[in-house]
C-alpha cells in the first residue's frame, strides 16, 4: 500500500496534504458509489436487505479507507552501510553541473559580508538526501493556486450543507419540544396494540402520542408521532402502520439517517453521494413495508393508510416537504405511489434478513476492499495544467470575428503540430504558400516530426510578407527545402481543421471529380476532418449509385459515432439514394456503437428511408442493436410517426420491441402506436404486452388500446386473454372495467369475461369487474 505523498515548497505541506486526502477521498468514494450504482442497474442488487448493505457500505466506505491510508508507518531503521548506499544511489541517479558550466555574475561583495562556501552546503544536502519515495499508482499534478481555489470551494459548500443538515437536526428538537407540550394521549387500543407489537418484535416499547398539525407518522428515537386522523383507522390499519414504525425503530433507522445525511457533508457535490442517500432512504422505508405486511397478513392495510397519508398531505397547507432528520411514513409522494403499488401486487411480503455468518463475510471482503483501493499521489506545483497545455495538435484560428480552435494528440507519438493564425490569411489556389495576407495578420507554424523541429512565423511587412525560419530552433533560410515544407504543411492544415472545406472541394471536383475528393478524405486523420469533408460534398453534387456506395464506405471507417453519424445525416439530404445504398446506409448505422447517436440518426432516417422491402431487416437489425430501452424508444417512436409506409412502419415498430427491460419505454411506444391508427395487426403488440413485468404498466398499455375505438370480439378476447396474465387484482380490475363499457354484447365473450373475474382473489375488485357487465343487462 502506497503513503499519500504531498509535494509542496515553502510552507504548504500541511495544505498539500489536506488536498492529497481530498482527492484520495473523492476517488475512492466515487469508485465504491460507481460500483454499487452499476452493479443494482445491472440488476444483481434485487433484494433490498443486500441493496442497502451495499450502498452503506459505499456511502461510508472511503472514511474508512482514507483513514486506513492517512495512517503513518513505522519508518524502520537504516543502518550506516544502507545509509551510503542509498546516497550513492542518488547521487548516481542525478547528474549535477559540473562547477566550470555554471555561469555565476561576478558581483563584489561589501568588505563586512561573509561570502559562503557553496560545495560544502552542497555536499551536507546531498548527504542528507531521504531515501527515495516510491511512486504511488495514480498521480495527479495540479498548480498550487488552483488547489487552493477548489478547496476554498469545498469549504464554502460543505459549510452550506452542513447548516442545512444541522437545521434538520433543530427540526427533531422543536418536534421533541412539541411531544412535551401539545402531545395527546392516544386511546388504550392503539396503546395495548403497540405493545403487543412491540413485545412480537422484541422492540423496546416507545413513548406514543397524537400531536396536531401532522400530515403523516413520524418516527424519533424511542417515540412514535401520530397525526390526529389515525385513530380513525380500523385495527388492521393501525396495526400495520405501527409495526411499520417499530420496523424502523428496530432496524435503528432514527440513527441511520442522521449519519448518512453528515456522510454527504464532503460529498455534497457528488450526484452519486445524493443518490445512495436517496436510495437507502427508500431502501428502509420498503424493508419497514414489508416487516409492516408481515405483522398485518397482507399488505393492503399498510398501502390503505399510505394512501390517507397522501390524501391528507395534499389536503393539507403547511405540510413540510421533508421531515429532516425525523422519519416520516409517507414523506415523497412519488415513493408512497412505487410503495403502494409493491403492496398491493405482493400479497405476501417477508420480511428479508441476511444470516449472521454472510453479513461477517461479507463485512470481512468489503474491509478487504477497502484497505486495497489505490492510494493517490498529488503533486502540487506552479504552472498550467497539462490538459490546456500538453496536446500534441494545436491549432487557432481567428478570422471575422470567430475563434476556431482544435485541441488533441496527433496518432503518431512524438510528432507536434501548432498552428496560430490570427486576421485574414489567404493560401495559394495550389496550397503550395501564403498568397496574401490582411494588414493585421499573423501566421505562425510549428511542425516536429522525427527529430526535426520547423517554426515558421510569418507578418506582413511594406514590400510583403516577412519570414522567420527556424530548424531545431537555429534561424534559417526560407529556401527550396522550406517552401517544400510548406507546400505539404498547408494542406496538412485543411486537413486537420476542415477550413474552408466548401471552397475546396469544388476545387477538387473540378480537379478529379469525387474519386478525387475521396482521395483527399483518405489522407485525412482527424473523425472531424473526414466527417466535414463528407458532409460538404453531400451538400455539393448529387451522387451517384457508385459514389454514393463510395462514400458511405468511407464514412463506415469513422471511428467518433458523433462524426459519424453527421457525415450520414448528411448523405439523407441527396435526392435520390437507390435501394441498396439504403440498406448499406442502415448497415453502417448498425455500426453506431452509441445508442444516442444512433437513436438521433434513425430517428431523421425515419423521414428519409422507407421501411419496406429489402430495407425491413437492416431497420429491425439497427433499432433492435441500441441497448438503451429509452433511445431505443426514441427512434421506434419517430419511426411510428414518420416512417413510410406508415402500416409497415407501425408493424416494424412493434415487431423491434423485443428485448426491451424497461416497461415503462415498451408501453410508451405501444400508445404511440395506438394513437398511430395505422396498427393493422394486434399480435405484435399483445406479445410486448405480455413480456412486461409490470401490471401497471400492462394495464396502461392495454386500456390506451381499448380506448382507442371499440374493440371489435377478436381484440376483446386477447385482451381478457392478457388480463388472465396479470397478477394484481387491482389492476386486472381496471383493465375488465374499461373493456365492459364498450366491448361487443357476445355471450361467448361475457363468459370469458366472467372467468376472467373469477379467477380474481379479491372480492371487492371481482365484485367491482361484474357491475360492470350490468350495462348489458339494463339495454
Known amino acids: 500500500m502506497n503513503l499519500i505523498s504531498s509535494v509542496w515548497s515553502g510552507s504548504g505541506d500541511a495544505l498539500a496534504t489536506i488536498a492529497g486526502l481530498g482527492l484520495t477521498f473523492l476517488v475512492h468514494a466515487t ?16 433484494e433490498p436487505t443486500w441493496a442497502e448493505w451495499a450502498w452503506r457500505v459505499a456511502l461510508f466506505g472511503a472514511f474508512v479507507s482514507v483513514t486506513v491510508e492517512a495512517v503513518p508507518r513505522a519508518t524502520p531503521e537504516i543502518t550506516a552501510a544502507q545509509r551510503q548506499e542509498t546516497i550513492a544511489a542518488v547521487r548516481a541517479s542525478q547528474t549535477l553541473p559540473s562547477a566550470a558550466s555554471i555561469e555565476r555574475p561576478v558581483v563584489p ?17 546531498t548527504e542528507a538526501a531521504p531515501m527515495p519515495v516510491a511512486a504511488a499508482p495514480f498521480a495527479v499534478r495540479v498548480p498550487d493556486a488552483l488547489i487552493v481555489a477548489l478547496l ?44 403487543t407489537l412491540a413485545r412480537e418484535m422484541t422492540v423496546r416499547e416507545p413513548v406514543m402520542c397524537i400531536l396536531p398539525g401532522l400530515a403523516s407518522p413520524l418516527v424519533l428515537p424511542g417515540a412514535i408521532l401520530l397525526p390526529p ?76 393508510c399510505l394512501a390517507e397519508c397522501l390524501a391528507r398531505a395534499a389536503a393539507s397547507t403547511h405540510a413540510p416537504r421533508s421531515a429532516g432528520w425525523a422519519l416520516a411514513m409517507a414523506e415523497h409522494d412519488a415513493g408512497i405511489v412505487s ?32 484497505i486495497a483501493l489505490p492510494g493517490v499521489l498529488v503533486i502540487a506545483r506552479p504552472g498550467p495544467l497539462p490538459a490546456f497545455g500538453n496536446h500534441d495538435l494545436s491549432v487557432t484560428i481567428r478570422r471575422d470575428g470567430d475563434t476556431y480552435t482544435v485541441r488533441s494528440d496527433l496518432p503518431e507519438a512524438g510528432e507536434r503540430f501548432r498552428l496560430r493564425m490570427d486576421g485574414d490569411v489567404d493560401f495559394t489556389a495550389r496550397e503550395d504558400d501564403i498568397a496574401r495576407m490582411a494588414p493585421d495578420a499573423s501566421f505562425t507554424l510549428l511542425q516536429r516530426r522525427g527529430d526535426i523541429t520547423r517554426e515558421l512565423t510569418v ?21 527550396a527545402d522550406a517552401k517544400a515544407w510548406l507546400a505539404t504543411a498547408i494542406p496538412e492544415i485543411h486537413r486537420l481543421t476542415g477550413i474552408d472545406a466548401e471552397a475546396r472541394i469544388q476545387r477538387l471536383l473540378a480537379n478529379g471529380g469525387v474519386p478525387r475528393v475521396l482521395g483527399e478524405i483518405a489522407l485525412i486523420r482527424t473523425d472531424y476532418g473526414r466527417a466535414t469533408y463528407l458532409a460538404k460534398l453531400s451538400g455539393a453534387v448529387a451522387l451517384g449509385d457508385a459514389d454514393m456506395a463510395a462514400v458511405i464506405a468511407v464514412a463506415t471507417k469513422i471511428d467518433s459515432d458523433h462524426e459519424k453519424r453527421r457525415a450520414m445525416l448528411a448523405l439523407l439530404d441527396q435526392a435520390r439514394i437507390a435501394p441498396a445504398n439504403q440498406a448499406a446506409l442502415l448497415a453502417a448505422a448498425n455500426g453506431i456503437a452509441s445508442d444516442f447517436e444512433r437513436a438521433e440518426w434513425l430517428s431523421a432516417a425515419a423521414e428519409k428511408l422507407p421501411v419496406d422491402g429489402d430495407n425491413a431487416a437492416a431497420w429491425r437489425t439497427a433499432l433492435i442493436g441500441s441497448g438503451s430501452d429509452f433511445e431505443r424508444r426514441r427512434a421506434l417512436q419517430a419511426l411510428i410517426e414518420h416512417g413510410q409506409p406508415r402500416t409497415a412502419a407501425v408493424a416494424l415498430a412493434l415487431g423491434s420491441m423485443h428485448g426491451m427491460a424497461s416497461d415503462f419505454e415498451a408501453r410508451a411506444v405501444l400508445v404511440s402506436a395506438v394513437k398511430s391508427t395505422a396498427m393493422r395487426s394486434d399480435a405484435d403488440y399483445f406479445a410486448a404486452v405480455d413480456a412486461m413485468a409490470s401490471d401497471f404498466e400492462r394495464r396502461e398499455a392495454l386500456i390506451a388500446l381499448i380506448g382507442a375505438g371499440a374493440p371489435d370480439a377478436a381484440r376483446s378476447g386477447a385482451v381478457i386473454d392478457s388480463v388472465a396474465k396479470m397478477a394484481s387484482d387491482f389492476e386486472r380490475g381496471e383493465v375488465l372495467e374499461a373493456l365492459a363499457r364498450v366491448m361487443p354484447n357476445d355471450p361467448a365473450l361475457i363468459e370469458r369475461y366472467r372467468a376472467a373475474t373469477r379467477a380474481m382473489a379479491s372480492q371487492h375488485e371481482r365484485g367491482e369487474a361484474e357491475q360492470a357487465l350490468d350495462r348489458f343487462y339494463r339495454s
Not at 38 to 46: D, H, M, S, T, V
Not at 159 to 182: D, K, N, P, T, W
Not at 466 to 475: I, P, S
Open 31 to 46: 469508485v465504491l458509489l460507481l460500483a454499487v450504482w452499476a452493479i443494482e442497474r445491472l440488476g444483481w442488487l434485487k
Open 109 to 125: 561583495a561589501p568588505a563586512n559580508v561573509e561570502v559562503p562556501q557553496a560545495l560544502p552546503a552542497l555536499r551536507a544536502t
Open 152 to 195: 476554498l470551494l469545498w469549504a464554502l459548500g460543505a459549510a452550506i450543507f452542513s447548516l442545512r443538515v444541522l437545521r434538520q437536526s433543530r427540526g427533531v428538537l422543536r418536534l421533541r419540544e412539541r411531544l412535551v407540550h401539545e402531545g395527546e394521549t392516544p386511546g388504550a387500543e392503539m396503546h395495548d396494540a403497540l405493545r
Open 229 to 304: 386522523w389515525v385513530e380513525g383507522l380500523d385495527a388492521r390499519q393501525r396495526r400495520a402502520m405501527l409495526a411499520h414504525e417499530l420496523a424502523h425503530l428496530r432496524r435503528r433507522d432514527p440513527l441511520w439517517r442522521p449519519l448518512q445525511r453528515l456522510a454527504c457533508v464532503p460529498l455534497f457535490f457528488h450526484p452519486l453521494a445524493w443518490l445512495a442517500m436517496r436510495r437507502l432512504e427508500s431502501l428502509a422505508e420498503t424493508l419497514c413495508d414489508r416487516a409492516a405486511a408481515e405483522r398485518s397478513g397482507g399488505g393492503r392495510p399498510l398501502a390503505e
Open 339 to 370: 410503495r403502494v403499488k409493491d403492496l398491493l401486487e405482493t400479497p405476501h411480503m417477508k420480511m428479508s434478513s441476511i444470516p449472521a455468518r454472510w453479513r461477517w463475510t461479507a463485512a470481512g471482503l468489503a474491509l478487504l476492499a477497502l
Open 459 to 479: 507578418a506582413p511587412a511594406a514590400n510583403g510578407l516577412k519570414r522567420d525560419y527556424r530548424v531545431n530552433g537555429a534561424a534559417h533560410a526560407f529556401d
